[in-house]
């Protein structure tokens, strides 16, 4: 036994000490047989790397280099320090990853035999290229095989079906060709498998129903044909099923239905045909189902109205007929995730649909796009849309639609051609005549009928109606007094951990491996309440991830903020607040995904050359934007929201630089029958002149620091004392013109008028007395309404003037 312990290590040193020689010697090709397995793997190692076309990157692939090294150990361990070698502590090699290392050439002189503690094979993102050797069969204790995104072509091996203990199976993007073996089948232990964008033709095998582990399968965009084997229905575990853009046919399978923890279902641009199976509806997790360029007819099931996580629902491009079931549209209450009340994007277009709009689809809460367009709607256009305020696009044209458009900023901003090819539409938008006013008398005289109706109905049973009046205010402040009791008792709940799966594509790992468990080098900002990181997701989309400090000493404060920016942040929708993805609410690790803002925070881009990028016209569109965002949070939301500490910090910039605004970790929702007082928040320089007397807080805090952010966009940086002048004598002759930011040119025609009104709004609104200062909705409409304020030359304005006049 000592014997055979010693020998190896004697042999191991001899063999090395020999094959330093031999390449010392550059006589590499006649390297005697290894005799361990250690040293085999070496050498397959370096003879697939001088089999290579490329390799920049692996200089550390190399005997050389370890010929400093005295003791034997380091020597045994060489291939360990190699790039992207792991080994066990036996010295094998366990993992071998060489993402993105820059390497060209073919897998076929890799002896993959060498390996067999194998475990982890990643060559991803390389520019390798040729078959998948037949003999990669051989691994057979491999976990993860992945060789996406490089440029192998030829058949897939059947031999891949050895490979049992495989979790994750990644080949997409590549072009591979031939068909999907049935033999995949074997692979009983897959986790993940993506083979997309390959050019595999032939159909998905049945036998894939055996992989009853999978949660994630991606075949889209290949040339799969032949229909979806009903046999996906076993996969019960599988969260996300990617089909598209293939050429499957026939109908889908009602089986689908059984995959409840479905979050993603992509079967769009197939030529499936048949109607969408009511089963679908069944899907309760589903968050975003894409079925458009099909085949499909018949009508949408009514059981949609289940799915209520979704939010994107996209079947345009079929042949679905019959009217929208205004069951789509249920679900009254935003508070609670309703039916269908997360969804965000719907479109519907290219399709038979008939019949009105539902006006239920004003329920929709979140949606920001609606696409209606290319069918056979008709009817007037409910006027329930005028109260989705987060609307960003719709597109209804090519309907037999007719009548008003509905007030909505979406409907009156929308271009011509998303209203074009209708009946009769009318309204203020663009392309459009004005209503007649024969339609709008109709309007009002059916009104006045409607309340002529009342009021006689109410003479008549004026007693009954009053009483039942009663009953029906007693049952709903009974109502909402338990609801608010539920909420906060959920809210107040130590351990709340909770993730909410914006589009079933962000989970919590991907967050904590985006930032590397929170590594500082992500870090792009640090608050009061926390840093921010930057987090690029698997799925390559960024988003902001929003760490607060971890609490201290059971500090109930943090928790107390993160509670209310979760709060404040799930109730509100708007195109000018940053929207919220997700979160996590635990005593170790309490965050917030958020969309990711390009451009930064206003305060940095005013502060830089960025300034000039800002010009007078989009800084007119940041300060109208804020305000109409404020105006729906004190007016729009009940009970109302007060930001607290809207100041330039707070305050962020998209790529095309419109506004959102941020940081809701001191906005405080006012309760029509709470008393409001509370600890000093907000930014310095931005605090209303009364809280330093009174704590209480109200919509008018905020309207005070909108008046001194909007002229900190006007002149580019913090209005500083220029406040207080305004309210002595000396401050009379200030000039417009002077206070403006002049790194950049003044502003003339449109423009100017446009500035003039923005200082007009912000000198109201910095007024000392609260109550003088006008609302956030007066200041939105103000801004909107293209006033002109006065007719005096730009080049003389004094603020006195535009502080007299009234807004
Ligand atoms: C790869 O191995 C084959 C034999 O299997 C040999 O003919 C070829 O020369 C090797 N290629 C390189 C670049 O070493
Ligand atoms: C030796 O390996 C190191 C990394 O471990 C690498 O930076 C260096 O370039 C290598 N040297 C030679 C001569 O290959
Ligand atoms: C090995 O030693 C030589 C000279 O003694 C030196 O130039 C080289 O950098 C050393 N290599 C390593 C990896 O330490
Ligand atoms: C080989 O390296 C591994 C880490 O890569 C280490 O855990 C192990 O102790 C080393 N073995 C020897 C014999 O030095
Ligand atoms: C791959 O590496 C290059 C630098 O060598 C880098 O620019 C690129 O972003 C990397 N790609 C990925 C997908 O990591
Ligand atoms: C895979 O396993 C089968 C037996 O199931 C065997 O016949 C075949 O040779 C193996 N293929 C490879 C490449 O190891
Ligand atoms: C391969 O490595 C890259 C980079 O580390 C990683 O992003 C990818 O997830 C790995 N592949 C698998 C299948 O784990
Ligand atoms: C895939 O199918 C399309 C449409 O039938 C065809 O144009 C294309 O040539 C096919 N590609 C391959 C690689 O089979
Ligand atoms: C699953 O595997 C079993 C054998 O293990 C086989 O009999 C059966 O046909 C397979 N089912 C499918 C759907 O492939
Ligand atoms: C799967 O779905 C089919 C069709 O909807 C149904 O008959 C069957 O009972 C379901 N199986 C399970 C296990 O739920
Ligand atoms: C709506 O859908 C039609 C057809 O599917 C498309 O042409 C149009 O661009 C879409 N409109 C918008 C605003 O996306
Ligand atoms: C508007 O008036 C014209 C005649 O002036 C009439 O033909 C048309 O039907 C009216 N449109 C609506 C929507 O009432």
């Known amino acids: 036994m000592a014997e055979r312990k010693k020998s190896p290590l004697s042999l191991l040193v001899l063999s090395f000490a020999l094959l330093q020689l031999l390449l010392f010697l550059n006589v590499r090709a006649v390297a005697p047989a290894p005799v361990t397995r250690e040293a085999a793997e070496a050498q397959a190692l370096l003879a697939w790397k001088a089999s290579l076309e490329s390799h920049s990157l692996l200089n550390s692939w190399s005997l050389h280099n370890n010929s400093n090294a005295t003791s034997t150990e380091s020597k045994r361990n060489s291939t360990c320090n190699w790039l992207g070698i792991t080994c066990n502590v036996a010295g094998r090699v366990t993992r071998i990853n060489l993402f993105n290392a820059s390497l ?44 996406s995104v490089n440029k192998f072509f030829g058949h897939l091996p059947l031999s891949l079906g050895n490979l049992t203990k495989l979790t994750s199976l990644y080949i997409y993007e590549n072009s591979i060709s031939g068909t999907i073996p049935q033999e995949i089948g074997y692979l ?57 853009s293939n050429l499957l046919t026939g109908t889908i399978p009602p089986t689908l239905g059984n995959l409840t923890k479905l979050t993603t279902l992509y079967i769009h641009e ?41 939010g994107v629902l996209h079947l345009s491009s079929n042949r679905l007929a019959g009217k929208i079931p205004k069951e789509m549209g249920s679900g009254s209450i935003p508070l609670q995730i309703g039916a269908l009340a997360t969804l965000r994007n719907l479109d519907l277009s290219q399709n038979s649909l008939s019949k009105e709009i539902p006006s239920q689809l004003g329920n929709l809460k979140m949606l920001e796009n609606l696409n209606l367009s290319h069918n056979m709607l008709s009817g007037l256009i409910p006027p329930s849309f005028e109260e989705i305020s987060s609307l960003i696009s719709i597109d209804i044209s090519y309907n037999s639609l007719e009548g008003n458009i509905p007030k909505n900023k979406a409907f009156q901003e ?53 009483l039942l009046a009663c009953i029906v205010i007693f049952f709903f402040m009974k109502r909402r007094t338990k609801h608010t009791t539920i909420e906060l008792q959920e809210m107040n709940k130590g351990d709340l951990f909770s993730i909410w799966n914006y589009d079933g594509r962000i989970v919590y790992d991907d967050i904590i491996q985006a930032t590397k468990n929170f590594d500082s080098k992500y870090c792009i900002g640090v608050g009061g309440y926390g840093s921010v990181y930057r987090a690029e997701l698997s799925t390559g989309q960024v988003v902001a991830v929003k760490r607060l400090h971890p609490l201290e000493g059971g500090s109930a404060h943090d928790k107390k903020s993160f509670n209310n920016e979760i709060k404040a942040l799930t109730e509100i929708r708007h195109r000018n607040i940053v929207k919220l993805y997700g979160f996590c609410s635990h005593e170790q690790c309490m965050f917030f995904i958020f969309e990711y803002m390009d451009k930064g925070k206003l305060a940095g881009i005013l502060s830089c050359e960025g300034a000039l990028e800002l010009d007078w016209i989009k800084r007119f569109n940041v300060v109208k934007g804020i305000a109409g965002a404020l105006s729906y949070m004190h007016h729009d939301c009940s009970p109302p929201i007060v930001h607290r500490d809207i100041s330039s910090n707070n305050i962020l ?33 931005y605090i209303a002149p009364e809280l330093a007397y009174t704590m209480e807080v109200t919509e008018q805090c905020d309207v005070y620091s909108f008046g001194v952010l909007a002229f900190k966009v006007l002149m580019g940086k913090h209005p500083g004392d220029l406040i207080h002048t305004l309210h002595f004598p000396t401050g009379e002759n200030i000039l417009l013109k002077d206070v403006l930011d002049q790194r950049l040119s ?62």
Request: proline share 5%; glycine share 6%; aromatic share 6%.
């Open 746 to 807: 003044p502003p003339s025609g449109q423009t100017a008028n446009e500035v003039i009104s923005v200082a007009v709004v912000a000198l109201a609104c910095i007024r000392a007395n609260p109550q003088s200062r006008p609302n956030m909705r007066n200041v939105s409409q103000k801004l909107s309404s293209q006033r002109l304020y006065t007719s005096e030359p730009f080049q003389t304005i004094t603020l006195c003037q535009l502080n007299d006049l009234d807004i």
């Open 270 to 310: 197939n030529n499936i045909y048949g109607s969408i199976p009511q089963e679908i509806g069944y899907l309760k997790n589903l968050v975003d189902l894409e079925l458009p360029t099909n085949l499909l007819t018949g009508m949408i099931p009514a059981e949609f109205r289940k799915l209520s996580q979704l």
């Open 653 to 685: 910039l998209d790529s095309e630089l419109d506004a959102r605004i941020s940081d809701f970790g001191t906005s405080r929702l006012i309760k029509p029958d709470s008393s409001n007082w509370s600890s000093l928040a907000g930014t310095y320089g």
């Open 414 to 466: 929308a271009p011509f051609e998303a209203l074009s090819h209708n009946r009769g539409l009318c309204g203020n938008a663009s392309g459009l005549q004005p209503c007649n006013s024969t339609s709008i008398d109709k309007g009002h005289l059916s009104k006045v009928h409607k309340v002529v109706a009342i009021i006689i109905a109410l003479s008549i049973s004026g007693t009954i109606f009053i």
């Open 188 to 244: 009983k232990n897959l986790v993940d498998l993506r083979i997309s964008f390959n050019l595999l033709t032939g159909t998905v095998p049945p036998t894939l129903g055996n992989l009853t582990k999978l949660t994630t399968l991606f075949i889209h965009t290949n040339n799969i044909s032949g229909s979806i084997p009903q046999e996906i229905g076993y996969l019960k575990n599988l969260i996300k099923l990617e089909l598209s």
């Open 104 to 147: 060209r050439g073919k897998l076929d002189n890799l002896s993959f035999s060498s390996f067999s503690k194998l475990t982890i094979l990643n060559l991803s993102s390389n520019a390798l290229y040729g078959t998948i050797p037949a003999h990669i069969g051989t691994l057979t204790q491999l976990n993860i095989l992945d060789l």
